[in-house]
């Protein structure tokens, strides 16, 4: 089955500084998807990338699918302490067959940003 | 559209006991899912559906029993609670594979003692 790995698990930035977390399937990605979530919060969808090479942005947040569609990254420009909580990242197993429609989650990357 | 609504907010359970909770979409989405997430996790899917009638185990789904007989409604059984059950619960709503949002519900926060 499908396994995604987050890296960092977590992230301690000062204010300013640009960070990058990464999301990695050893599958390909059918429909990548980002949220944030504040701690005990519910989730904030921040983008979804479906084609290889796809890129989007969203003000000072950009993710990216590399072009064999198994890996994301998602990368902030010059932090803020609004940005801190957990992000996660979600995709579905395959685009048919047995799984279908089965979409899981990565473990998640704590990041905190330092005033 | 009042999107995915979960009931209830907040339960404590005493070992042993069982319980359901509620979830629903009124946006006509054939996908619904299960997660929970442990305090500074991600989520593990627990179940999930693709319509009506349909439902097939996730990553995490012992303890737990699901149906779906309508469209709109998704729920959860806890049998027999136990402690390891203790988390947060999230219900979600997908249109499809293609689609650009999957949407949550606020969670269940459940304690079991």
């Known amino acids: 089955s499908q396994e995604l790995e987050q890296s960092p698990q977590s992230l301690i930035v000062q204010e300013g500084k640009n960070l990058t977390i990464n999301c990695t399937s050893s599958?390909?990605?059918?429909?990548l998807y980002w949220y944030k979530q504040k701690y005990g919060e519910g989730l904030i969808f921040l983008m979804m990338?479906?084609?290889?090479?796809e890129e989007k942005s969203h003000e000072k947040i950009t993710a990216k699918l590399d072009e064999k569609k198994q890996q994301s990254s998602l990368h902030i420009t010059a932090s803020q302490p609004s940005h801190a909580g957990i992000y996660l990242c979600g995709a579905f197993a395959n685009a048919g067959g047995t799984s279908y429609g089965k979409l899981t989650f990565g473990q998640g990357t704590i990041l905190t940003v330092h005033p | 559209n009042a999107g995915v609504t979960q009931t209830p907010k907040f339960r404590i359970l005493k070992i042993g006991q069982s319980m359901t909770l509620q979830c629903a979409q009124d946006m006509n989405h054939n996908y619904m899912y299960w997660y929970r997430q442990d305090p500074g996790m991600g989520l593990k899917l627990i179940y999930y559906s693709v319509g009506a009638g349909i439902t097939d185990k996730g990553e995490v789904p012992n303890g737990y029993n699901v149906s779906r007989s309508t469209t709109e409604d998704f729920p959860l059984r806890l049998e027999l609670a136990a402690p390891s059950q203790t988390s947060v619960y999230f219900c979600a709503s997908i249109r499809g594979p293609s689609a650009d949002t999957q949407y949550f519900g606020p969670g269940t926060r459940l304690t079991v003692l």
């Open positions: 599958k390909t990605l059918y429909g």
């Open positions: 990338l479906q084609k290889g090479g």
